[in-house]
């Protein structure tokens, strides 16, 4: 089956730097890659997504990479906030039909520090 | 627009009891519907999807169940709880004819089993 690894698994950056996660899968027939941010007691948010179509996709401050070679993609996020300050995850899409199994990472903890 | 509700919101449970987690869609008809569950400080493992009534497809054996007696409800149940089934219980659903690619959290359901 699908594996994704996540790296880091703490990251603690300044106001206003930049943070980067990286996640690599296993599977080569994965082909949609979304990016999660959970906050505290709460369900994980959708935040952004990537099909294997693309190579690199922003929404304003976030932007998501994938190189389907060597299977790794990565989420960047710029100009930190407080309130980027979340644990996120990344997921590999295996293709079976019509439900939507998704593999996740085991999370980043982003800390964004004043 | 689309919601997922799940309750309760926090269950603290004796070994041995019984277990019924209920997650309930509105605003959208057949969803693809999931139950993850995720321990603490622990990526999201999925533990059953369903993609339509009656159809219940279990990823790990385990202690627990699901059912989906309605096209937008979803229950994880249990007949006997052990203390490996403490963790935090998520609810996921996703659209039919999309590929079923994006998934949709609800708020999720911490149980704690003593």
């Known amino acids: 089956g699908e594996n994704v690894e996540q790296h880091p698994s703490t990251l603690s950056v300044q106001e206003g730097d930049s943070a980067v996660i990286k996640c690599t899968y296993s599977?080569?027939?994965?082909?949609?890659f979304p990016w999660y941010k959970q906050e505290l007691g709460k369900g994980p948010q959708l935040i952004i997504d990537?099909?294997?179509?693309?190579g690199e996709k922003k929404d304003q401050r976030i932007a998501v990479t994938l190189n389907k070679t060597a299977k790794h993609f990565s989420l960047h996020i710029t100009e930190t906030q407080p309130e980027d300050s979340a644990v996120y995850f990344c997921?590999?899409?295996?293709?079976?039909?019509?439900?939507?199994?998704?593999?996740f990472g085991t999370g980043t903890r982003l800390q964004v520090t004043l | 627009s689309q919601t997922i509700h799940q309750w309760p919101a926090t269950l603290v449970q004796p070994v041995g009891s019984p277990l019924s987690l209920e997650c309930t869609v509105e605003?959208?008809?057949?969803?693809?519907l999931y139950w993850y569950r995720q321990a603490a400080g622990r990526g999201l493992q999925l533990l059953f999807y369903?993609?339509?009534?009656?159809?219940i497809s279990s990823e790990v054996p385990q202690n627990l169940s699901a059912s989906r007696p309605q096209d937008r409800q979803f229950i994880l149940s249990s007949k006997k709880l052990l203390l490996s089934d403490s963790g935090f219980y998520l609810c996921?659903?996703?659209?039919?004819?999309?590929?079923?690619?994006?998934?949709?959290f609800g708020p999720g359901t911490r149980l704690t089993v003593l």
């Open positions: 996921a659903w996703s659209p039919m004819g999309t590929g079923g690619r994006e998934q949709f």
């Open positions: 599977d080569s027939a994965s082909n949609y």
């Open positions: 990537i099909r294997s179509n693309v």
């Open positions: 997921a590999a899409r295996r293709n079976t039909g019509t439900a939507s199994k998704l593999t």
């Open positions: 605003g959208t008809s057949n969803p693809n």
């Open positions: 369903s993609v339509g009534i009656g159809q």
